[in-house]
């Protein structure tokens, strides 16, 4: 399952006109590369791809992308994974790097696929509650962790940023990162979606071993939506932070789901949304 992607691919240099004082110079900027990338189910040897959705991706980690999202989905169980590869078909070899198939060791239930809403975006299509009964149908509430010390939350921006390493160049990049609580690093993944990069995480968690992340805290670089919530709660992960605010449902849903939220995180001020018995702000 080693991904084989060239670094180059995250960032494009293109040839901008810089405007300063009133005075313009041409010259080179790096952008971060947005590109398609097509997530494929397969079941064992022999039976034919089925494609899930299109998402509008940074190129990088695109595996873990792929599991991420089929596991938060429910399209896939811990377990379940045999095999993920790029596309190498002849036809579509222009298309290699931005079409992933994941293959698992039983047939997938794909009968639901095309009633769902595998059309990426930022809008789920549902109402609130319909949103959050749906979760609850796949994902139980998550177990409780060690309690997060206010000086651990409060250490988690500057460690995601320093790990931001195409943020740096670019300056138009989301990070989610995966940490202990004691505040270590254990991953961090940057995207041009919010939702992406927290796929990658959870994903990387699936690929590694480690669900349920039980005890673990996510930190995302922007707001936080229901959806990421909701790929948290799948993963088991106790705490969220985020440097912007949460939606409403996203709040509802982590009262609901046993998640911690946290919002606004600015050194050592920071909002909780839910969860505040398993954060001390003393130590």
């Not at 789901?257 to 130590?283: C, H, K, Q, T």
């Amino acid at each position: 399952m080693t991904e084989l992607l060239p670094a180059r691919r995250t960032v494009t240099t293109s040839r901008i006109v810089s405007v300063r004082d009133g005075a313009s110079m041409e010259r080179a900027d790096e952008l971060v590369t947005e590109e398609p990338m097509e997530i494929r189910l397969a079941g064992p040897r022999g039976g034919s791809p089925v494609s899930v959705a299109v998402t509008m991706r940074t190129p990088g980690h695109d595996f873990d992308l792929a599991v991420g999202f089929l596991f938060s989905e429910g399209l896939i169980s811990l377990g379940d994974v045999s095999g993920v590869r790029y596309c190498e078909l002849p036809d579509e070899a222009e298309q290699r790097f931005n079409i992933v198939t994941v293959r698992v060791r039983q047939p997938p239930g794909l009968g639901a696929i095309p009633a769902r809403r595998f059309d990426v975006s930022a809008s789920c299509g549902l109402c609130g509650k319909a949103s959050l009964d749906e979760l609850a149908d796949r994902c139980p509430v998550v177990a409780p962790g060690p309690i997060v010390a206010g000086s651990v939350l409060s250490s988690l921006p500057k460690k995601l940023g320093a790990e931001q390493r195409v943020f740096a160049s670019t300056g138009g990049l989301h990070a989610a990162g995966l940490f202990q609580t004691d505040g270590s690093v254990i991953a961090v993944r940057e995207d041009i979606g919010r939702h992406n990069a927290v796929d990658k995480i959870v994903g990387h968690g699936v690929l590694s071993g480690l669900l349920p992340l039980t005890g673990h805290l996510l930190m995302v670089s922007g707001r936080v939506s229901f959806e990421i919530v909701e790929k948290a709660a799948m993963a088991g992960i106790g705490l969220v932070a985020a440097v912007s605010a949460p939606s409403s449902l996203a709040v509802d849903a982590a009262k609901r789901f046993g998640v911690g939220l946290v919002g606004f995180m600015r050194e050592d001020r920071y909002n909780i949304y839910a969860g505040e018995a398993g954060i001390d702000p003393s130590r």
